[in-house]
């Protein structure tokens, strides 16, 4: 009976605490009064593109869409295609599932399964170099307060890392465009570091073994569903920051579910990891 009320208690206090967050509107909550290092306890981890900064539509797409015009292959991802294509996690994959529909252009139409994989491996470099030229021109469109709470979760001595199906060199490209003193200290796991991507929740899994944290211990930052089932299949608190390609999708899985992280702090977040934990820990989850 002790044992169930001492559970019961426990999981109650933590949903009066999130409940708070989760209503509340306004100004971001206070910095806890002499705040110092050790006061938050959890591993935060963003998706790339759509939460730390909107490139899937301006920079993504276009870079493929030159890459096929470069190979002379007749694909033009319009805007509502593209947002489509974004169930299918990884480049090369989502040409792949695109071309599986819709038929593979004239010169793989009889081509082998290994011939055709060699193509969007092809494409998917030639689009990363036009990625990286694009970011590299021009100011990168990071979403509201993202650098912020990253230096917060720095300066407090937690552990930052962006978890991407996207290709490592494009996301290291999008982290370099955050500055040298932040660049440094930010894990990155993307691309081909595992064999399965998104929703699969592999990329999560290799970065909580890497940074040595447990998994009830990390929240994620996600803007997709497919992001977030990967999230929650890893058994990790999950925020959603809905994107611009993201508005219409099934949220109904995350801890939270935000326009962006304007009213967001470390307050905030640990809270919703402590929550998970209390689940997990008590096998309620």
């Known amino acids: 009976m002790l044992a169930c009320l001492t559970i019961a208690s426990a999981l109650a206090s933590v949903r009066v605490r999130q409940g708070a967050h ?3 509107a306004g100004a971001p909550a206070r910095a806890r009064a ?28 276009p870079s493929f869409n030159e890459a096929f015009k470069l ?14 294509l974004l169930e299918v996690g990884g480049g090369k ?19 082998d399964e290994a011939t055709r994989w060699g193509l969007c491996q092809e494409l998917h470099t030639k689009k990363t170099e036009l990625f990286m030229e694009r970011i590299n021109k021009g100011d990168v469109p990071f979403r509201p307060r993202v650098l912020a709470t990253i230096d917060d979760a720095l300066t407090h001595g937690l552990d930052v890392a962006v978890c991407s199906t996207s290709n490592e060199q494009a996301v290291a490209a999008i982290v370099a465009k955050m500055g040298p003193a932040r660049a440094s200290k930010i894990r990155i796991f993307a691309g081909d570091a595992v064999a399965k991507k998104k929703p699969a929740p592999d990329i999560y899994l ?32 999950c925020m959603i920051t809905k994107s611009i390609y993201s508005q219409g999708e099934d949220f109904s ?8 992280l304007s009213f967001i702090d470390l307050d905030v977040l640990q809270e919703y990891v402590d929550a998970n934990h209390a689940k997990h820990l008590f096998g309620v989850a």
Not at 214 to 233: P, W
Request: net charge negative.
């Open 34 to 61: 002499a705040a110092s290092m050790g006061d938050y306890d959890f591993t935060l981890l963003l998706d790339c593109d759509g939460v730390i900064a909107e490139t899937e539509r301006d920079v993504h797409r």
């Open 93 to 111: 994959e989502r040409m792949k599932a695109h071309w599986d529909e819709v038929g593979w252009p004239s010169a793989y139409a009889t081509a």
């Open 206 to 237: 290799l970065a909580a073994e890497a940074l040595g944290t447990n998994t009830n211990r990390c929240i994620v930052i996600e803007d997709t569903n497919i992001g977030l089932r990967a999230a929650k299949a890893a058994k990790m608190a």
């Open 22 to 24: 989760t209503m509340r």
């Open 71 to 84: 190979k002379g292959i007749d694909t033009e991802w319009d805007v509502e295609t593209y947002g489509k």
């Open 253 to 260: 899985q995350a801890d939270a579910v935000y326009n962006d």
